[in-house]
């Protein structure tokens, strides 16, 4: 009864430094997002995937990458941290008949 | 650009009180409205909403939407502790899927005291 599982939970970076974030959904959805939330910002779509092999950007892509290789996979890239990108990341999964599920979310530091 | 907003940004009640939490949205192809609660993790899904005037209700809770007004209300009666936490209001397009990309408004910040 996993859903949708984080990794890693937490992590300090220096700036410049790069990371992967992963997320693996169990439950065959098609669609797949990256969020940031900050506080007083609510919750900000990155990039999402419609399907495996497909991603699109969303509304504060910047500094970021994706990719869907598998279907239950949605990575993503910071290639060089900054301090802006401090964060709590969720992600997030759903298919047409689902709303979207989260994850319990990446908190990420950045020095 | 979408735009979700949500009033008040905080909120402090003693248990027993009724609550109205309030969400506006401008929300291009918009298809529908979803409420969350979050806690200290991840946000749980509450209600989608696609059409005006029909109250959807689970226990305590309940939401309607207004599509003419672009608005959307979640209610909760006889509020208890465990209902503290941060309320997402988030408005949903087309986007090419049922539910399509999510706009998320700020939150509100339920606090309950016993």
């Known amino acids: 009864n996993a859903g949708v599982t984080q990794t890693p939970k937490f992590r300090v970076l220096k700036t410049g430094q790069s990371m992967t974030l992963l997320c693996a959904q169990d439950?065959?959805?098609?669609?797949m997002y990256w969020y940031r939330q900050d506080p007083g910002m609510g919750l900000r779509l990155i990039h999402y995937s419609v399907g495996e092999g497909t991603t699109a950007k969303g509304e504060v892509p910047d500094g970021y990458n994706v990719s869907r290789l598998k279907k239950q996979n949605f990575l993503l890239g910071l290639e060089s941290a900054a301090p802006s990108q401090t964060s709590v990341y969720f992600c997030?999964?759903?298919?047409?008949?689902?709303?979207?599920?989260f994850g319990d979310g990446t908190r990420l530091s950045i020095l | 650009e979408d735009k979700v907003v949500q009033s008040p940004l905080s909120l402090v009640v003693h248990e027993g009180d009724t609550v109205t939490l309030n969400c506006s949205y401008e929300v291009t192809n918009f298809r529908s409205l979803l409420w969350y609660k979050q806690e200290k993790k991840a946000p749980t899904f509450l209600f989608m909403l696609?059409?005006?005037?029909i109250e959807k209700k689970s226990g305590r809770l309940s939401s309607i939407l207004d599509k003419k007004e672009l608005f959307s209300i979640l209610n909760i009666t006889a509020t208890q502790t465990g209902d503290s936490a941060v309320y997402l209001c988030a408005g949903g397009n087309a986007g090419g899927t049922s539910y399509g990309k999510l706009t998320f408004g700020q939150g509100t910040i339920l606090t309950v005291h016993p």
């Open positions: 439950m065959n959805h098609e669609y």
């Open positions: 696609t059409s005006s005037g």
């Open positions: 997030a999964s759903s298919s047409r008949d689902q709303p979207q599920h």
